[in-house]
């Protein structure tokens, strides 16, 4: 072999190796690279994963929501923390539970400056980050925008112009939700960067009070038509993304804040419960790369997952440290195929306590059985139907003794709060919860404008029921009196 021919060969391996080894590490560098592009974070008020063909409803049909499970990855069994707008959407965002942020109810919280939510997390490794909520509960000053580059609260109130005292919902509710929609997409437009978080908010429906007049979808069932809305909202973004070709790239999570009663157990209302009904959601994940036929795209995954697990999570896309003291986990390797080990999810209500003197609820679930701790404790089977499932708590009490002592252990250290903070509340404030129907005569006790004895609400009832009507009956007279129709706040009161 020639001097000359050895000089190439060896030049021409050097060569080679040098490809190869970028090759390599091009590939390894988009494996571990954070996500390229916007991660989208899609909430809904008031719908249920039963509410949904993907959860195996057949009253509707959600194309888009299909869709996007087909590029992404079903979450069969995840949990809200409660039934209530705010807390469950601080813990969506923080990671934390309910008795961690302190933000137990809707009226009168705020976030903590200790409590840091992932739009700062962000923020702080350079994601350009968007808010857009339609919620009243979400306003700015409950410290939710902390974070947000841009947060977008300015649509409360519109189906009754801008004071939340003339509109019942004091929110954007379906079909009039697409205007937030929009507002993601001038947000995502104006941001100038694909390195983008935004969160999107719309309430499908508000304390029963359904908005369908000029409604396309009027003719069917009020809460298909609601999920119909949703779904179109959901269509919409994700048309935007394809069309601005961030759609492969981008990290979409859509999931609800809460369900509805919508009947179950009696109850129509979700604020007094933690059932099954209210804090089982849907939870779609698609990730970025993924589309329809891709590796790990329309798997469904039966294992348990709650809110708390969405911050660490997304913080994983982001490839950012995690903060210490997180509830939750990540779901990545749920998504990618692998199993984690089992887990408890939580949820809670302290609606009933704050505002009418009744028992705190608590819930607890290993994703086969729920225990429903309030006056009393029930014990449900989630393999069975909603509509046959019965208490099962005197035959299966080594089950009610295992998940009560899980949920001692877990809420030890925490103590549950027995006063309403809506004293704090300005008169404008106190008006637009009458409105939501979100005071009891606890709360509206000490406005000179609604005298109503605290007293007179109380009940030492076990059964769920009677509860659940004294409640109901008080909410839709309170929205009577902030639409000023006294005639039927009065008869309504009376009964």
């Not at 048309?239 to 109850?267: F, N, R």
Request: aromatic content about 6%; proline content about 5%.
């Amino acid at each position: 072999m020639s001097h000359a021919f050895r000089y190439y060969f060896i030049l021409g391996l050097v060569a080679l190796s040098t490809s190869l080894a970028a090759v390599a590490g091009w590939r390894f560098a988009r494996a571990s690279a954070p996500v390229s592009g916007p991660i989208v974070l899609f909430t809904l008020d008031g719908i249920s994963a039963d509410q949904l063909s993907l959860y195996g409803h057949r009253g509707v049909s959600t194309p888009a929501l299909d869709a996007l499970a087909a590029d992404g990855v079903v979450f069969e069994r995840a949990y809200a923390h409660g039934p209530l707008t705010l807390p469950s959407h601080v813990s969506l965002l923080s990671g934390r539970f309910p008795f961690e942020t302190d933000v137990r109810d809707d009226v009168g919280h705020i976030v903590p400056e200790s409590v840091p939510l992932v739009s700062s997390m962000l923020a702080d490794r350079g994601y350009a980050t968007a808010g857009v909520v339609s919620s009243f509960a979400l306003r700015e000053n409950t410290g939710l925008a902390r974070g947000f580059t841009v947060f977008d609260d300015t649509g409360r109130g519109q189906l009754g112009g801008s004071d939340p005292r003339a509109n019942p919902s004091a929110q954007r509710v379906a079909p009039h939700a697409s205007d937030s929609e929009k507002r993601v997409e001038r947000c995502l437009s104006a941001v100038g960067t694909t390195r983008a978080f935004v969160f999107l908010q719309v309430s499908a429906n508000v304390a029963g009070v359904r908005h369908m007049d000029a409604d396309p979808f009027a003719p069917i069932d009020p809460e298909d038509a609601e999920v119909a809305h949703a779904d179109q909202l959901i269509g919409r973004l994700v048309a935007y993304l394809k069309k601005q070709q961030l759609y492969e790239h981008a990290t979409v999570i859509v999931t609800a804040a809460h369900g509805e009663g919508a009947g179950s157990h009696g109850q129509y209302g979700a604020d007094l419960s933690a059932f099954d009904r209210v804090v089982h959601v849907p939870l779609v994940i698609k990730q970025a790369g993924n589309v329809a036929g891709s590796d790990g795209a329309g798997r469904r995954v039966s294992q348990l997952a709650q809110h708390v697990d969405i911050v660490p999570t997304i913080l994983d896309f982001a490839k950012a440290p995690l903060p210490a003291g997180l509830a939750g986990r990540s779901l990545r390797p749920l998504l990618d195929g692998r199993e984690l080990n089992g887990q408890l999810a939580y949820a809670e209500s302290l609606f009933p306590a704050l505002h009418y003197g009744l028992a705190p609820v608590q819930m607890v679930t290993d994703g086969r059985y729920q225990l429903v701790k309030g006056a009393t404790s029930a014990l449900f089977d989630l393999n069975v139907e909603l509509q046959n499932r019965t208490d099962l708590s005197d035959w299966q009490t080594e089950v009610v003794t295992r998940l009560t002592k899980a949920l001692d252990e877990w809420t030890s250290d925490t103590e549950l709060p027995t006063v309403t903070r809506a004293s704090t509340l300005s008169l404008d404030e106190r008006d637009a919860w009458l409105g939501l129907g979100s005071l009891g005569p606890l709360s509206v006790a000490g406005d000179p404008r609604h005298p109503v004895k605290p007293s007179a609400m109380t009940s030492d009832s076990e059964d769920v029921k009677p509860d659940v009507v004294l409640v109901e009956g008080f909410a839709a007279a309170m929205r009577e009196v902030a639409n000023r129709r006294w005639a039927t706040a009065i008869e309504r009161l009376r009964a």
